[in-house]
């Protein structure tokens, strides 16, 4: 691949000699592989280790599909669903792809014993398949994570409703945790220019996410005054929705760990805070068998003496078990939760009388559209929104990388160098960089 990275760190590499270089058989690569994964079995998820699962080696290259494109991934990030699939839960992810492949024979290619992972990336088009149109070689890009295939009516007014939706690099194979990529051109964005590589790879899932579930019609509709209670207000989801709060003229209440986290969410320029350690709320008992609804209580008190009495527009739900209770409760009247992740347990439990008589509503998210995904990147592109990168370790440290993710060590997100020597690169527009260069690097070493 040194003459692949040559090309792009040259800076002014013409589009015809990329679309002429030589792309090797294999590429470097992390994985889980088929045959592993009972590796876990017995083991409690905490403890689950992904250092042992990922593997980073050579594999083949796919062979190009039409509409599709092969990226040289110069960076990437971790993701839940990568610490998902690392420790098989709560699903392997080889039954996606089992599936995937029995759609068709093209499709017959993601059906490996190993997984290429990783739903992130930044980098350069190395090649297209027949039919693309809008990308080519030597285009620097991220990519969303939303593949579609579009045949059946379903997705045309909400290309998320498509009945063949998934998310590349979970549900597909060839993801962006490599130095090699195969994504539909469709998924392919222009890469932010005040941006390195690793920043410029790092928002993308959870950004477009964000977007989603808090901004757009198909979520929570936020309008400007809304209050919004954030849970994880400085995490890698909770970040963006934080920073679109703001953007967009709502009031966030946000739900911090502990006052390391309540400070970046502060130096963001959200005034409502509320740390849960200090709190030390008690939603569920200590066998996990039933919640204290006054603790419920407890929780919408402090959210009223933060807001002059007024209670939450909308909820930016995304632990699940342990707070979608406390989320319903403390919700007005006709407001929204909307939910997504679960990331503490998908059995959600709530009191329903509180949704049901007071006219509230539980919205499902999942992702975003291309036209979502497309309008969250455009807002990273203006400097209206931020990275939240907080750490960044090499394609060879991945296993480490996942299993900060998995054990909350992280803040904000966590990226991955793949072709990229160093940290730092990538950077073409760099009066606009020096503009907005404190908020970058606000979650930077957190």
């Known amino acids: 691949m040194q003459h692949i990275l040559d090309a792009i760190l040259a800076g002014d590499t013409p589009a015809e000699e990329f679309a002429s270089l030589e792309i090797p058989d294999h590429y470097r690569a992390a994985t889980v592989h088929k045959d592993e994964v009972d590796m876990f079995e017995g083991i409690a998820s905490k403890d689950k280790d992904p250092r042992k699962s990922l593997h980073v080696e050579d594999v083949a290259v796919p062979e190009l599909g039409p509409g599709e494109a092969l990226v040289a991934v110069m960076a990437s990030a971790i993701n839940y669903n990568t610490v998902w699939t690392s420790i098989f839960e709560p699903v392997s992810t080889f039954g996606f792809l ?21 739903s992130d990336l930044s980098g350069v088009v190395l090649k297209t398949g027949p ?3 809008k990308w080519k070689p030597g285009d620097r890009v991220v990519a969303h994570c939303l593949s579609v295939e579009l045949e059946s009516p379903d997705g045309h007014n909400d290309t998320m409703l498509d009945n063949e939706q998934r998310i590349w690099g979970f549900e597909t194979n060839f993801g962006g945790l490599a130095d090699v990529a195969m994504v539909k051109a469709n998924q392919l964005m222009p890469k932010p220019e005040h941006l390195t590589w690793e920043e410029a790879a790092s928002p993308g899932l959870v950004n477009c ?4 579930q808090l901004v757009s019609k198909n979520g929570g ?4 005054g809304d209050n919004v209670l954030i849970w994880g207000a400085s995490g890698g989801l909770g970040g963006f929705a934080t920073q679109y709060a703001l953007n967009g003229g709502a009031t966030p209440v946000c739900v911090v760990s502990n006052e390391e986290k309540a400070k970046i969410v502060r130096s963001m320029g959200a005034e409502l805070v509320i740390n849960r350690s200090e709190m ?7 066998d996990g068998t039933a919640q204290n609804p006054k603790e419920w209580q407890r929780l919408g008190k402090a959210i009223r003496e933060l807001t002059g009495g007024e209670d939450i527009d909308i909820v930016f739900e995304h632990p699940g078990r342990e ?26 439990e709530y009191d329903n009388r509180y949704l049901w008589m007071n006219l509230k509503r539980i919205i499902s998210s999942h992702f975003a559209n291309y036209r979502e995904s497309w309008e969250a990147n455009r807002l990273i592109a203006k400097g209206k929104i931020h990275p939240t990168l907080s750490r960044t370790y090499t394609l060879d440290e991945v296993g480490q990388a996942a299993l900060d993710v998995h054990q909350n060590k992280h803040q904000g997100k966590v990226g991955v160098l793949a072709l990229a ?6 950077v073409l527009d760099h009066e606009m960089r020096a503009r907005h260069l404190d908020a970058i690097n606000r979650f930077r070493g957190v």
């Open 323 to 348: 707070t979608f209770g406390a989320s319903v409760y403390v919700t007005r009247k006709g407001g929204t939760i909307t939910t997504c992740a679960s990331t503490t347990g998908y059995m959600h």
């Open 221 to 224: 509709a936020m309008k400007q």
């Open 280 to 286: 030390d709320f008690k939603f569920w008992n200590e």
């Open 131 to 133: 039919g693309v149109t």
């Open 209 to 212: 996410t964000a977007y989603r």
């Open 421 to 426: 020597p160093e940290e730092g690169l990538g």
């Open 98 to 118: 089992e599936r995937y492949g029995r759609l068709s024979e093209l499709t017959k290619r993601h059906d490996l014993p190993y997984h290429v992972v990783g």
